[in-house]
């Protein structure tokens, strides 16, 4: 497979053209952003473990009846893909009140919600990823009613499915966020799910393993993602 010209590079990730047009490489960096990019900086080896994790993670999906771009590992930061147009909505999945929802509706961060919801948010740096209503989504032509649900539905699954993994390895799944995109008229899941994306706490002690750890200053941030990566994925 051969890496062609890079079409995006977003906070996270660099996507590059193949020689095959159905199909992209999708490189994992280092660096480390918070807050609409306000803060910036570098986790050293998060883009190694970050590909790493995700492979774990859409592989054990895509064996539940998920479908996902991903196609395979090539190397330490690098992942093929399938070639998506991205739905500009993205999912978030709720399971634990923290972040923006505890400081929305004065919950404590902590308190476990009484059912899991998805929230629906636009994907656009410029606006900050403001939160969206369906009356919004289709207002903005961003998906169909169709896709919307589609969208709601897997990311329901998926949060089933990824809460049941972790918890196998003593994870509590706060929360995550999922983006989704067509490829040759099929909706997938993309991106990448990782503790970029995800909220992770340990059950034993509720230590946070995700990037609330770079967001608050918390430190152990490189050690955390190590962490997850050893109890996901083994020794990497």
Avoid at 99 to 113: C, F, M, N, P, Y
Avoid at 179 to 198: A, Q, R, V
Wanted: charged share 35%; aromatic share 8%; with cysteine.
């Amino acid at each position: 497979m051969e890496k062609r010209d890079k079409i995006y590079e977003g906070k996270a990730k660099i996507l590059y053209t193949t020689d095959d047009p159905d199909l992209v490489i999708q490189y994992f960096k280092d660096e480390a952003t918070a807050f609409d990019g306000k803060k910036k900086g570098i986790i050293e080896h998060k883009g190694v473990v970050n590909n790493r994790i995700s492979e774990r993670l859409f592989l054990m999906l895509g064996e539940n009846g998920i479908h996902t771009h991903f196609v395979k590992r090539l190397n330490d930061r690098e992942m093929l893909c399938k070639r998506l147009k991205i739905v500009q909505v993205e999912m978030i999945g709720r399971n634990v009140a923290a972040g923006s929802l505890a400081k929305r509706i004065g919950l404590d961060e902590g308190v476990t919600l009484p059912r899991p919801i998805v929230e629906t948010y636009y994907k656009s740096d410029p606006l900050g990823d403001p939160m969206l209503c369906d009356e919004h989504i289709f207002m903005l032509e961003l998906a169909t009613p169709a896709q919307l649900e589609q969208m709601r539905e897997t990311t329901r699954k998926i949060n089933r499915l990824l809460t049941d993994f972790f918890v196998e390895r003593r994870i509590r799944l706060v929360d995550f966020k999922v983006e989704y995109g067509m490829h040759k008229g099929e909706l997938l899941l993309g991106d990448e799910i990782c503790p970029d994306t995800c909220r992770l706490w340990d059950m034993d002690t509720s230590e946070k393993l995700d990037k609330d750890r770079f967001r608050r200053d918390l430190g152990k941030i490189e050690e955390s993602y190590a962490e997850v990566a050893r109890r996901v994925c083994g020794e990497i």
